[in-house]
């Protein structure tokens, strides 16, 4: 490895002198400013309104949302009452959103633990607050075992074309499709990427772009739909993305636009990997179209910073997310290592080796 480290510069959530603290990423790329937490039902409102989003982002946020509500709630006078209110909590976590089943899964680990160590209302406390550090942490060395798998696809000269944001902004830091990015320039190699625009909210645009900017990697910005004359152009060596919820099958639900790219980069024989931790795959689904898909406010189509620029009246849609079937992927770029087709060994493979970690 090179003496660059990169991608540490930005914590997306963190825990300091007892509070919770994330990045406005509302705010990008204008402002870098941090907005800290004293609430637990503010923590679920920033999840909402995306001041934090992306899965494992938003999946770390939450269990230490449930840490911040544990540390500060109302005296309970048994631990039969206090995990009653951690339930309610998670519940409420569990509502902010959706697709990501991040999300869900940090909530479970969290509860997991306080139901273990019940035995005390100080010990519940304590063993979430330390859970939830613990997954911050591992977040961090996820990505960077998951980056390093990843940056031995790419070439020695590389252009990646990746969708939304899954980068450090996305996770705790380091990020999983910019992980990948961050970890191939860290090797020597060089890396130009593509970002596209991301429409409606323009993640990629806003936060992608913004966020490579500052780790000095070449980046360039497109609006979405010049995908297909870039690839067509040969301008693109592979394209990279992270993901929300990984079915049992290998479909996968991520930023609507997704599978759209999928379908070029198939006909332009264009690489397609997926960068995601094995908590992103939900394995009790067995295929995509059971993964349930957020639809959001017309409102993120129809207005840009508030201004309207859409006719009255005009129906619109605003899926957050499409899924892209598996046929699709050339392979899943994990913290375990990169996992080939075929998909419909998943279950055995991902069982197999998170018994051995
Ligand atoms: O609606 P968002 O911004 O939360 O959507 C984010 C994405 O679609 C990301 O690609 C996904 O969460 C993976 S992040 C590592």
Redesign the pocket.
């Known amino acids: 490895m090179s003496e660059k480290r990169l991608g540490t510069a930005l914590q997306t959530v963190e825990w300091r002198e007892g509070r919770l603290v994330l990045i406005d990423q509302n705010a990008l790329p204008h402002r870098l400013t941090y907005i800290t937490y004293t609430d637990w039902q503010d923590v679920v409102e920033a999840i909402r309104t ?1 001041v934090v ?4 982002a ?1 999946g770390c946020t939450a269990a230490l949302g449930m840490a911040l509500g544990a540390q500060y709630s109302p005296p309970f006078a048994t631990s039969d009452a206090f995990l009653a209110h951690l339930e309610r909590m998670a519940q409420a976590f569990r509502s902010a959103r959706p697709t ?1 089943v991040n999300l869900f899964w940090a909530v479970d680990r969290v509860l997991a633990v306080a139901r273990a160590a019940s035995d005390s209302v100080e010990h519940i406390r304590q063993a979430v607050l330390e859970e939830a550090l613990r997954m911050l942490e591992e977040d961090l060395q996820i990505n960077r075992r998951l980056g390093y798998h990843g940056a031995q696809l790419l070439p020695q000269h590389a252009s990646v074309l990746t ?4 980068g450090a902004l ?2 705790v830091g380091y ?3 910019l992980g990948v990015v961050r970890a191939a320039v860290e090797l020597g190699k060089t890396v130009e990427v593509y970002a596209d625009e991301t429409r409606p ?1 323009l ?1 990629g645009m806003k936060l992608t772009a913004w966020e490579l900017a500052q780790d000095s990697i070449p980046v360039t910005i497109i609006t979405d739909n010049m995908a297909a004359v870039l690839m067509r152009e040969g301008k693109i060596d592979c394209v990279i ?4 919820r990984i079915a049992a099958n290998g479909d996968t639900a ?2 609507i636009g997704t599978y759209g790219l999928a379908v070029l980069a198939h006909y332009h024989r264009v690489p397609f990997y997926v960068a ?1 931790p094995v908590s992103t795959f939900d394995l009790r689904l067995p295929s995509g179209d059971l993964i349930p898909i957020e639809q959001r406010d017309p409102q993120e189509v129809t207005h840009i910073q508030g201004n309207r620029i859409a006719p009255e009246g005009v129906p619109v849609l605003n899926p ?2 499409d899924v892209t079937p598996a046929e699709l992927i050339q392979a899943f770029i994990t913290e375990i290592g990169v996992l080939q087709p075929p998909f419909d060994t998943l279950h055995e493979r991902l069982i197999g080796a998170s018994s051995h970690h």
């Open positions: 995306m989003r992306g899965a494992p938003i990501a969708h939304c944001n899954a996305a996770t990020g999983t499709a909210r993640q993305v992270g993901a929300d991520n930023k995601a957050a997310f």
